[in-house]
């Protein structure tokens, strides 16, 4: 079970010509596996997010998913602000074909958002709707998180018992934090110019990605 | 729910499609009706309240009707179709945007959006006008003649708003001027829609020229059901089958391609 992306390229479409974002990028991300993608402002971490999730198309290469990968999880992502983050969570359990109050409490028990959880979205701070998104995500139990720059990971209450949850689960991190990755993965991959390049040593990636 | 590279079968795709829309529905009911216990009340009361102050101005001798044009159902219920056709085509233009950020779910595609609210809207329609009908015989009207025609012409109604809307929420995408014109237009249509006339009544020369367009034929059928043999209908449904059929085509087409271009901040 994986997912697998061959000779991705994405391209947008600009005043003048083209802007190539992804030129070429081949990766097999395997269930269970924890991988975190480096990348510097600017070099298309989210247009990759977003291909990953399935949810852009490549301008050209493929994705075969025989896993079930997330939405990808981050601030913006995958919420209608006008309703609560019990109603969102509501919406996220049918539309995965889970059970409805069982996810709800998993959120209610894991996100930390004590009443706020019956308030809009609209009114979270950043770090609660990552946590609503990350423990939402946890409760549908997919193979693979996909997670673009979660805030509320890090060393605290909350991404301790993240990181616990995570053995369970496979995850893809896409971020431009080093910190994040060291605590989270075991495998490292840093995307740059439009290519990803893998590294089997966490160091070595992170040593990597410091020098660009 | 493993995902296969396999192309899943077509009655997994159907029963995904179902899940979605049914969540589309609750939601689209919790955004704009709040979760407070009456605030779904408001989906009937809206139409209830403009075809009921409709049927009261035109129908009780102000504006002067006779024969059917002068009962209380001739127009609350022509009201609550033409209601539900602006109002599914007005709102098209907001659907994509206000839904963005569902997107991020890969399952929720565009045309589910649309199918959501649209139900929603169909539903309303049918309990409006139950209330209407009910309230008309109340009055002193005869039974409908035909309940199974009023609620052929509001299915037709529905799915020809619909075809509509997915070509205008398909343009709209593309170029968000447009909205200003399906609003202009949606009220420029009233008067000439059906819902102030039968075609009988009309002189020759016009209706020959009111036949072409594709409400008028749904109204009718609405009035065959509502009165019989009380006036000749004109209507043909394969006509607006032909309309209901080619905007869908494109709407869906169009809203294919507006997926491919559509940001996700």
């Given at each position: 079970?994986?997912?697998?992306?061959?000779?991705?390229?994405?391209?947008?479409?600009?005043?003048?010509?083209?802007?190539?974002?992804?030129?070429?990028?081949n990766?097999?991300?395997?269930?269970?596996?924890?991988?975190?993608?480096?990348?510097?402002?600017?070099?298309?971490?989210?247009?990759l997010?977003?291909?990953?999730?399935?949810?852009?198309?490549?301008?050209?290469?493929?994705?075969?998913?025989?896993?079930?990968?997330?939405?990808?999880?981050g601030?913006?992502?995958?919420?209608?602000?006008?309703?609560?983050?019990?109603?969102?969570?509501?919406?996220?359990?049918?539309?995965?074909?889970?059970?409805?109050?069982?996810?709800?409490?998993?959120?209610?028990?894991?996100?930390?958002?004590?009443?706020?959880?019956?308030?809009?979205?609209?009114?979270?701070?950043?770090?609660?709707?990552?946590?609503?998104?990350?423990?939402?995500?946890?409760?549908?139990?997919?193979?693979?998180?996909?997670?673009?720059?979660?805030?509320a990971?890090?060393?605290?209450?909350?991404?301790?018992?993240?990181?616990?949850?995570?053995?369970?689960?496979?995850?893809?991190?896409?971020?431009?934090?080093?910190?994040?990755?060291?605590?989270?993965?075991?495998?490292?991959?840093?995307?740059?110019?439009?290519?990803?390049t893998?590294?089997?040593?966490?160091?070595?990636?992170?040593?990597t990605?410091?020098?660009? | 729910?493993?995902?296969?590279?396999?192309?899943?079968?077509?009655?997994?795709?159907?029963?995904?499609?179902?899940?979605?829309?049914?969540?589309?529905i609750?939601?689209?009911?919790?955004?704009?009706?709040?979760?407070?216990?009456?605030?779904?009340?408001?989906?009937?009361?809206?139409p209830?309240?403009?075809?009921?102050?409709?049927?009261?101005?035109?129908?009780?001798?102000?504006?002067?009707?006779?024969?059917?044009?002068?009962?209380?159902?001739?127009?609350?219920?022509?009201?609550?179709?033409?209601?539900?056709?602006?109002?599914?085509?007005?709102?098209a233009?907001?659907?994509?945007?206000?839904?963005?950020?569902?997107?991020?779910?890969?399952?929720?595609?565009?045309?589910?959006?649309?199918?959501?609210?649209?139900?929603?809207?169909?539903?309303?329609?049918?309990?409006?006008?139950?209330?209407?009908?009910?309230?008309?015989?109340?009055?002193?009207?005869?039974?409908?003649?035909?309940?199974?025609?009023?609620?052929?012409?509001?299915?037709?109604?529905?799915?020809?708003?619909?075809g509509?809307?997915?070509?205008?929420?398909?343009?709209?995408?593309?170029?968000?001027?447009?909205?200003?014109?399906?609003?202009?237009?949606?009220?420029?249509?009233?008067?000439?829609?059906?819902?102030?006339?039968?075609?009988?009544?009309?002189?020759?020369?016009m209706?020959?020229?009111?036949?072409?367009?594709?409400?008028?034929?749904?109204?009718?059928?609405?009035?065959?059901?509502?009165?019989?043999?009380?006036?000749?209908?004109?209507?043909?449904?394969?006509?607006?089958?032909?309309?209901?059929?080619?905007?869908?085509?494109?709407?869906?087409?169009?809203?294919?391609?507006?997926?491919?271009?559509?940001?996700?901040?």
């Open positions: 079970m994986a997912l697998e992306l061959i000779d991705v390229h994405k391209s947008y479409p600009m005043n003048v010509g083209r802007k190539h974002v992804l030129r070429g990028v990766a097999v991300f395997h269930k269970g596996e924890r991988v975190g993608v480096l990348g510097r402002n600017g070099t298309g971490k989210s247009t997010v977003r291909i990953l999730g399935r949810i852009e198309a490549p301008t050209r290469g493929s994705i075969r998913a025989s896993m079930s990968v997330s939405w990808p999880i601030m913006a992502a995958g919420f209608q602000g006008a309703l609560s983050g019990a109603d969102n969570t509501r919406f996220i359990a049918r539309i995965y074909d889970r059970p409805v109050q069982a996810t709800v409490d998993y959120v209610e028990s894991f996100a930390e958002l004590g009443e706020y959880l019956h308030m809009p979205v609209n009114t979270y701070s950043s770090g609660m709707r990552s946590r609503l998104g990350l423990a939402i995500s946890l409760a549908v139990e997919f193979d693979c998180l996909l997670v673009d720059e979660a805030l990971v890090g060393d605290t209450k909350f991404g301790r018992a993240f990181a616990a949850r995570l053995r369970n689960a496979g995850l893809i991190i896409v971020t431009h934090q080093p910190s994040l990755v060291r605590q989270l993965c075991n495998r490292a991959a840093v995307l740059d110019r439009g290519t990803l893998f590294y089997e040593d966490l160091d070595e990636a992170l040593a990605y410091n020098s660009l | 729910m493993s995902e296969t590279s396999a192309r899943p079968l077509l009655v997994d795709c159907a029963r995904q499609q179902v899940r979605v829309i049914g969540a589309l609750l939601r689209e009911l919790h955004t704009r009706f709040g979760r407070r216990r009456f605030g779904y009340l408001w989906l009937f009361f809206e209830l309240l403009l075809g009921g102050m409709i049927a009261v101005i035109h129908g009780s001798g102000l504006r002067g009707g006779s024969g059917i044009r002068g009962t209380f159902e001739f127009f609350s219920i022509g009201y609550v179709l033409f209601f539900a056709f602006r109002g599914m085509i007005n709102r233009s907001s659907t994509i945007s206000s839904n963005r950020g569902l997107l991020y779910h890969r399952q929720v595609t565009l045309p589910d959006l649309f199918f959501a609210r649209h139900i929603i809207e169909g539903v309303a329609c049918t309990g409006v006008m139950t209330i209407f009908t009910i309230i008309a015989v109340g009055l002193g009207s005869a039974f409908p003649d035909s309940p199974m025609k009023m609620l052929c012409a509001l299915g037709l109604m529905v799915l020809l708003a619909q509509v809307a997915l070509v205008v929420g398909a343009v709209t995408s593309e170029w968000e001027v447009v909205e200003r014109f399906v609003h202009a237009m949606s009220y420029l249509m009233l008067p000439f829609s059906g819902l102030f006339f039968m075609v009988e009544w009309l002189p020759g020369w209706q020959d020229i009111v036949v072409w367009i594709p409400t008028v034929h749904i109204f009718e059928l609405l009035r065959d059901g509502q009165f019989g043999d009380r006036y000749r209908a004109t209507y043909d449904l394969s006509y607006v089958a032909g309309w209901i059929l080619i905007p869908h085509l494109l709407g869906l087409t169009g809203l294919r391609l507006a997926r491919q271009r559509i940001g996700l901040e």
